[in-house]
């Protein structure tokens, strides 16, 4: 017989904004992106999203918090249409705060970050 255990991950989640540029620039120069990508990310929603994608049967449940913007309501959609994790009732939506977001420079062989954290 399978035994079924909930699962719950708890920490702060990111909206990313992924760019991806042939060069990082220095301050002062602009680099022009190839690619860019919007995504509920951060190491805690990924760790969510990969256990819930392992299927077996087990919940997984996200504890975190976004803010009342367009970056938290994008997050929770995000999470909410793929299916793996749930949110309901873990997830607190702050009013007045902003939700965390995160700039990605992705270089062919290095990356730069610029967050902005709740």
């Given at each position: 017989e399978r035994i079924e255990y909930p699962i719950g991950v708890l920490g702060d989640i990111y909206v990313d904004l992924l760019c991806k540029v042939a060069e990082l620039p220095v301050w002062g120069e602009d680099r022009l992106a190839s690619t860019t990508l919007l995504a509920a990310g951060g190491s805690t929603a990924n760790t969510a999203r990969f256990l819930g994608?392992?299927?077996?049967?087990?919940v997984v449940r996200l504890f975190s918090a976004v803010g009342n913007d367009l970056f938290g309501s994008y997050f929770i959609e995000q999470l909410r249409s793929e299916g793996c994790v749930t949110?309901?009732?873990s997830l607190v939506?702050?009013?007045g705060v902003p939700t965390s977001v995160c700039v990605v420079l992705s270089g062919p062989s290095?990356?730069?970050f610029v967050s902005c954290n709740t």
């Open positions: 994608s392992l299927g077996g049967g087990n949110t309901d009732g939506v702050l009013p290095d990356r730069g």
